[in-house]
């Protein structure tokens, strides 16, 4: 099957595959991971069994995905917060190094970022709204899902790139961030759109602009950030698959054939775009320079805004 070199490994998988998912359950990593290992598992012909292993950012279930076992049956789920926010905001004691302990499988999913208000706030476009936080600096607010979460970084680099200032509400997920949103306690939020259809579908919420390749057929009068002259601030979230370093490349490859087998299959492309999601399914190299590019780009953003965690 992998010739010579690779007899070692021609039985791979021959047991239940773990995967570490390093936030807690019902999140949109959970959600994600769940849909495409369980396709995968049937492509594979062994169950892969989700572990979520939350806590500091998601720096915990990291951490010990990046000590296991480079045989393929410890794997773990990579967001931007894992692989670029956190070595960013704790540079000097993340206990995993994002660009040198893990080898990329595939990105499994990008997710849309949203600029949202609540509708009381006086600006009915994106355009209105930068306007608004220029004419009055550091009267609004703006929430996120935590200090040194990505959506903070998010709303970091927005004002970074507009020229404007407003006050950094951190909150402890997006979904107490989204209430106060759309109860008028902050002005504004700036979140992953699974976390915030709900209530702009309703009315509760006004979105201003997305981060995404092109319009969304569930909201056609949303503009892209883009299209409003910030392509920098045009970044999808994403959601992939890793394995330790050291993992032999067969393996790599067997897994990386079964998840794009998996996001090609009618069901998984339906359940990822109810929650908001688009399948990728790239290759190793094309998901490392994706993980490199948010890596340098939170960085960046830190370094600017003098952001820490304390």
């Known amino acids: 099957m992998f010739g010579a070199a690779g007899v070692a490994h021609a039985a791979y998988p021959d047991k239940a595959i773990r995967v570490i998912v390093p936030f807690a359950p019902g999140g949109s990593t959970d959600i994600v991971a769940r849909i495409v290992t369980q396709k995968m598992g049937e492509v594979l012909g062994q169950a892969m069994v989700v572990e979520n292993k939350g806590g500091a950012g998601g720096a915990i279930g990291a951490s010990e995905a990046a000590r296991a076992e480079p045989d393929g049956y410890t794997l773990s789920i990579a967001t931007v917060s894992t692989m670029a926010v956190n070595p960013a905001c704790r540079p000097k004691d993340l206990p995993y190094d994002p660009l040198k302990d893990f080898l990329p499988v595939t990105n499994f999913a990008n997710v849309p970022n949203v600029i949202e208000v609540n509708p009381k706030f006086p600006a009915k476009t994106f355009k209105e709204f930068v306007q ?174 003098n952001i820490t965690l304390e």
């Open 132 to 305: 608004q936080l220029k004419d009055h600096p550091g009267k609004y607010t703006h929430g996120s899902s935590g200090t040194c979460s990505v959506l903070h970084l998010f709303g970091e680099a927005f004002k970074q790139a507009t020229g404007t200032e407003a006050i950094h509400v951190p909150y402890k997920g997006s979904g107490p961030a989204v209430t106060d949103a759309v109860g008028g306690q902050i002005d504004s939020m700036f979140d992953n759109l699974p976390s915030s259809m709900g209530q702009i579908k309703a009315g509760k919420l006004r979105a201003l602009a997305i981060a995404w390749p092109e319009r969304l057929k569930a909201l056609p009068d949303v503009p892209t950030l883009a299209e409003e002259g910030y392509p920098q601030l045009n970044q999808p979230a994403w959601y992939g698959l890793l394995a330790p370093k050291g993992t032999p490349k067969e393996i790599i490859d067997v897994l990386h054939d079964a998840a794009v087998k998996a996001l090609k299959d009618p069901e998984v492309i339906a359940s990822l775009e109810k929650q908001g999601a688009a399948p990728s399914g790239n290759t190793p190299d094309e998901f490392a320079k994706e993980i490199k590019e948010q890596y340098d780009w939170a960085h960046e953003v830190v370094k600017k805004g």
